[in-house]
């Protein structure tokens, strides 16, 4: 089991403070007037390690002003409006060149009842100003596919997997369950949404062994210590959240069964819990309109099981020769 890498604090030398919140020198203040970078609001919080701050270039604009400028627009929200809801802006910058750069953003859930975190994983390209794309659109994919961030089988990969336009709809879903194919947990929450709200992508399971297992294998990120995304080949990725036990995971390529973490209550990115879980989501990339974000479950075959959306929670899930299965009843993993 390898422990969490920790996540260092943001070192605001001189030139990082450039890069991340696109601050002017004072010297080149005097008299214009100053508009008060994204960056700096009370909800937002920025990730930098030095290394990867000092890849980056700092006569550039600020690339996290950037990010959260797309970020809100995907949203169709304001920063005022979400700290109106509790909620934070999160920009983690994890890999850097001169002209490219990788992380993750998050909009954080206040830690209530009813109430999800949403995030993405982004790529950006600088060509005078920063270009942003967001996981699932046809910008993220092309960014990252001409850069030169990760290695090139990774790259490669992660680009084709999440290219809505290089993507078509199948009925056939390809993922397992998030635990052990040839063994079981109880599903304690049917189909639901986040925020309460449609589609119904997710399903959450307790018991067994407690072990959260890559579904299928694909290239696995952290969001945050508790919260990972496993990109797989075919067109989807699985959400694994409020994990415990955790192992960082910041683009490795992992098998079906990879462990991730165990059940719990981690709230890295905000939500909340009634007891230890594993909350577990699909997202597609096959609809440009949509791509990149949790598509319902409903008709879907996940780990030999299909299962059918009823009120928030409830629905259940169905195997033809072997019976039903509604909240509070146990799943066996058939894989895929």
Do not use: K
């Not at 307790?206 to 290239?219: E, I, P, V």
């Not at 699985?238 to 994990?243: S, V």
């Not at 719990?264 to 879980?277: K, M, P, Q, V, Y």
């Amino acid at each position: 089991m390898t422990l969490p890498t920790p996540r260092l604090p943001l070192v605001l030398t001189a030139s990082v403070a450039l890069v991340v919140t696109g601050m002017t020198p004072a010297s080149a203040q005097a008299g214009s007037a100053q508009t008060e970078p994204l960056s700096t609001a009370d909800n937002v919080e920025i990730l930098l390690e030095s290394e990867v701050a000092d890849d980056l270039p700092t006569t550039a604009p600020s690339l996290a002003d950037s990010v959260i400028e797309d970020v809100l627009a995907e949203r169709s929200t304001e920063l005022s409006t979400l700290a109106a809801q509790d909620r934070d802006v999160r920009v983690d910058i994890r890999e850097a060149t001169d002209e490219a750069a990788f992380g993750v953003a998050i909009v954080t859930a206040p830690e209530i009842e009813g109430e999800d975190p949403y995030a993405w994983l982004f790529a950006a390209e600088l060509d005078g100003t920063w270009e942003i794309g967001l996981e699932g659109t046809d910008e993220f994919s092309r960014i990252l596919a001409e850069s030169e961030l990760m290695d090139t089988e990774q790259r490669e990969t992660v680009a084709a997997s999440t290219d809505p336009d290089q993507l078509s709809p199948m009925a056939y879903t390809g993922v397992g369950l998030p635990f052990s194919i040839g063994t079981s947990m109880i599903m304690t929450g049917g189909p639901h949404g986040f925020s309460g709200g449609p589609p119904y992508s997710s399903v959450d399971f307790a018991g067994g062994n407690g072990q959260a297992r890559a579904a299928r294998g694909g290239y696995a990120y952290s969001l945050c210590t508790g919260w990972t995304r496993v990109i797989h080949d075919n067109g989807y990725s699985t959400d694994y959240y409020h994990l415990e036990d955790y192992q960082w995971l910041p683009g490795n390529n992992v098998g079906t069964g990879h462990y991730l973490g165990t059940q719990g209550n981690s709230l890295c990115a905000g939500g909340s819990t009634t007891g230890a879980h594993i909350h577990f989501a699909l997202r597609g990339y096959t609809d440009p309109n949509a791509a990149g974000w949790y598509v319902a479950l409903n008709g879907r075959t996940l780990g030999g099981w299909t299962f059918v959306e009823g009120a928030n929670y409830g629905g259940y899930a169905y195997r033809n020769g072997v019976g039903n299965v509604y909240p509070g009843g146990s799943m066996y993993n058939y894989g895929f």
